[in-house]
């Protein structure tokens, strides 16, 4: 039979966020990125670099910058660091 093929239905990768480790379509968390020149969050969510995805909620943001952030990203967390995602958390 020489039918049309059905649309195809576009896979949307699911994510898991740090803080509370709900799991979620990567378009509703927020990813923060590992780079050489340090932690930073990334909007466009393509930045290179090993990522962690966070909930827009305050308290994820606190629980992650308790450790679970750093385990994530493999990497220590400078205080500079530390300090610009906590000035990213108080905008939440």
Do not use: F
Not at 9 to 24: A, F, S
Not at 47 to 76: D, F, I, M, V
């Amino acid at each position: 039979m020489a039918g049309k093929n059905p649309q195809r239905v576009k896979h949307i990768p699911p994510r898991t966020c740090v803080g509370c480790r709900i799991v979620l379509t990567k378009r509703s968390l927020i990813r923060i990125v590992r780079t050489k020149k340090g932690v930073r969050v990334d909007p466009s969510g393509k930045a290179a670099g090993r990522g962690a995805y966070l909930h827009n909620a305050r308290s994820c943001w606190e629980k992650a910058l308790k450790g679970p952030l750093s385990h994530a990203l493999k990497t220590q967390i400078t205080e500079q660091d530390r300090q610009a995602l906590q000035a990213v958390m108080q905008e939440l």
